[in-house]
């Protein structure tokens, strides 16, 4: 026996609950995982539109079945453009949000060799959960989720990548798939960008090209006050 949304059956509809769908998502092995009771469409798949539909039942506002829409559509999508920059500068990828999403799921493929942070994402919009996890062949999926199914927001930066290796390098993400409040979910297009990563140069602190007296200003400015001063920005 099984409660529609109760995913680890410990007899409560919650964010915990939420967390395990996710988790099922990202190819981890949550404790317990209840298939059916996350399956809140019953098409015999897991999927960004059931989480959605729990979470609905968790903040009670009843069991919204799911949509599952098959074709990609071109209205929501996430976006990354080409970067030509330092290494450990955050390269930022972008939504397009016209229908109100209010979760979605991507994998971002990293090309052979290419080094990240650990704490590769910045999040760049509040009052959503964010999540990932690495899987074979360079992929990293992840999953997020407006924590009160408000939408994301408006279009915009949604978050950023930092990475910490100089190169040239060709980006993807794949595998998008986005869902509104009502559990209407869809796919989206593939993003991809070149990614030029350029090391510093010793002593050039403001990254202008050059080594000179501005960089020692700075650089005391920083030490002394904490911070750049306005007149060197």
Not at 124 to 138: A, D, E, K, V
């Amino acid at each position: 026996d099984y409660t529609l949304g109760d995913v680890n059956n410990d007899g409560s509809i919650n964010g915990v609950d939420l967390a395990d769908i996710s988790s099922y998502l990202r190819k981890e092995n949550p404790w317990n995982f209840t298939f059916p009771a996350a399956d809140t469409d019953a098409d015999g798949k897991i999927s960004i539109g059931d989480l959605v539909g729990v979470q609905n039942i968790a903040l009670g506002n009843g069991i919204v079945p799911p949509t599952d829409d098959d074709e990609i559509q071109t209205a929501n999508i996430l976006s990354i453009k080409d970067f030509d920059g330092y290494r450990t500068q955050s390269v930022p990828v972008s939504l397009t949000n016209k229908d109100g999403i209010t979760a979605y799921q991507c994998d971002i493929h990293l090309p052979e060799g290419l080094k990240i942070w650990e704490d590769v994402f910045v999040d760049n919009r509040t009052g959503y959960n964010f999540s990932y996890s690495s899987l074979p062949g360079g992929i990293l999926r992840c999953v997020a989720y407006s924590e009160t199914t408000e939408p994301f927001g408006d279009n915009g930066e949604l978050f950023s990548l930092r990475i910490d290796k100089v190169g040239t390098y060709e980006l993807k993400i794949s595998n998008i798939r986005m869902s509104t409040s009502e559990g209407h979910e869809s796919g989206a297009p593939d993003a991809s960008a070149t990614l030029i990563m350029k090391d510093f140069t010793p002593g050039d602190v403001n990254n202008d090209g050059y080594v000179s007296l501005l960089d020692y200003a700075i650089d005391q400015n920083v030490k002394f006050w904490g911070k750049v001063s306005e007149g060197y920005i």
